[in-house]
């Protein structure tokens, strides 16, 4: 749902299912092969291929539905309506999660990697390190998962002039002026920005939420305004949804060959200018591009109903996305050294955060429609 605007369910349902996996996603994080804030003994092969493959698409597909949603809004409430709304919704708990989340979160984890553990010193001691960096990567070391909203405000303002043109074209449900793309270029003009941007990119900063990944995701969200305002550019996108998923396969044993040379670790965290580097950057930016396709695909046949839950849900994605992952770091770092094994402490990680998390998000939501 839109503010003021239009309520497309198939976009709603993916915003709860995207938001619920990135839940799944931080409660596999103390289980996979890379550091966390909490970290199990053991890892987890099952759980870290999750969380690789997911990572691929999942924040794709969240800066695809942020764009398409903020068009939707946008359409209803004028730019200044929007722009102001969005604003207050996304500075408020960006600078209450700095304040308040992220000290506690950073708590939690030195107390559980066997740091100090004097409470009252520690919020003054967190923010007072705080150093600002020119890079985007400077919002997730100090907000976590925070760092989305961070992401998702500068992307909004950096959009006012594409979306005040768009609302100047005199129907926004006919094709741009000069946009003559269709079924097969309308899917692949995207990817090859993406492509040469990311080839450009990544191998000069690939680490999470550097400007490789800055500029993949402002990459999607335009893609999600510019599919909204341009409905054959959204149709374009939703054909051969079969078509698409049955190439996935073939696309993934691509990575095979390229695994020979290196680990899925080495090609993700340092790519380089060659063969093999523009290779699996290639791979990884297909992989995510067909993926994202696949789900607002069929999302947008099978995801069409509005029961409930989903008007329910809808409204508190927001909540829940702020509250998890504090909740997750506070369980996770009081179940790991219970001793009940690897999927035994997952599940149950998995089943408390989620009744807590929901049980947070009850307040928020009611009365919007």
């Given at each position: 749902?839109t ?7 198939w976009i709603?349902?993916l915003?709860v ?7 799944v996603f931080?409660?596999a994080?103390p ?12 890892h987890?092969?099952?759980l ?7 990572y ?7 800066f ?5 949603t903020?068009?939707?809004?946008v359409?209803?409430?004028?730019i200044?309506?929007?722009?102001g ?6 500075v408020?708990?960006l600078?209450?999660?700095?304040i308040?989340l992220s ?14 553990a004097?409470i ?9 390190s705080?150093?600002?960096s020119?890079s985007p990567r ?6 976590y998962?925070?760092w989305?909203?961070?992401f998702?405000l500068v992307y909004?303002?950096a959009?006012i002039p594409y ?6 074209q005199?129907?926004?449900s ?7 793309l ?11 920005v993406?492509l040469?941007?990311q080839?450009v ?10 400007w490789a ?5 402002l990459g999607y969200?335009?893609?999600g305004?510019?599919a909204?305002?341009d409905?054959r550019?959204?149709?374009?996108l939703?054909?051969?949804r079969?078509?698409v ?5 073939v696309?993934?044993?691509m990575l095979?060959p390229m695994?020979s ?11 380089e200018f ?11 930016t297909?992989?995510g ?9 069929f999302?947008?046949?099978y995801?069409?109903?509005r ?5 329910w ?6 909540p829940?996305?702020v ?12 179940l790991v050294?219970?001793?009940w094994g690897?999927?035994a402490?997952?599940?149950?990680i ?7 998390t ?7 939501g009611?009365?919007?429609r």
């Amino acid at each position: 749902m839109t503010e003021r605007g239009e309520r497309i369910n198939w976009i709603d349902w993916l915003k709860v299912l995207v938001v619920f996996g990135a839940f799944v996603f931080h409660a596999a994080q103390p289980f996979v092969l890379t550091g966390w804030l909490i970290n199990y003994p053991e890892h987890s092969p099952v759980l870290a291929i999750y969380s690789g493959f997911g990572y691929l698409f999942g924040m794709p597909l969240m800066f695809f539905l942020a764009g398409a949603t903020t068009w939707l809004a946008v359409r209803g409430r004028g730019i200044g309506g929007h722009t102001g709304l969005r604003v207050r919704r996304l500075v408020l708990p960006l600078v209450l999660g700095l304040i308040i989340l992220s000290p506690l979160q950073a708590y939690v984890a030195a107390l559980a990697s066997g740091g100090p553990a004097d409470i009252g010193a520690f919020p003054a001691a967190y923010l007072g390190s705080l150093t600002f960096s020119f890079s985007p990567r400077w919002f997730g070391e100090y907000g976590y998962h925070l760092w989305f909203l961070a992401f998702l405000l500068v992307y909004v303002v950096a959009s006012i002039p594409y979306l005040s043109w768009l609302l100047r074209q005199p129907d926004a449900s006919q094709p741009l002026p000069g946009n003559g793309l269709s079924g097969r270029s309308a899917r692949l003009l995207p990817l090859a920005v993406l492509l040469a941007t990311q080839a450009v990119l990544r191998p000069l900063a690939p680490a999470y939420r550097d400007w490789a990944d800055f500029f993949l995701w402002l990459g999607y969200f335009l893609v999600g305004v510019t599919a909204l305002a341009d409905r054959r550019l959204l149709v374009a996108l939703l054909e051969h949804r079969r078509l698409v998923l049955w190439t996935m396969p073939v696309v993934l044993i691509m990575l095979v060959p390229m695994l020979s040379h290196a680990s899925p670790l080495e090609l993700e965290h340092d790519p380089e200018f060659s063969l093999i580097g523009l290779a699996y950057i290639s791979w990884r930016t297909v992989v995510g591009w067909l993926m994202v396709l696949v789900l607002i695909g069929f999302g947008s046949v099978y995801l069409t109903a509005r029961p409930a839950v989903l008007s329910w849900a809808s409204p508190r994605v927001l909540p829940f996305y702020v509250i998890h992952h504090p909740v997750v770091v506070v369980v996770a770092a009081a179940l790991v050294g219970v001793g009940w094994g690897l999927w035994a402490t997952f599940g149950a990680i998995l089943a408390v955060s989620l009744a807590v998390t929901l049980a947070l998000c009850l307040p928020f939501g009611r009365g919007r429609r």
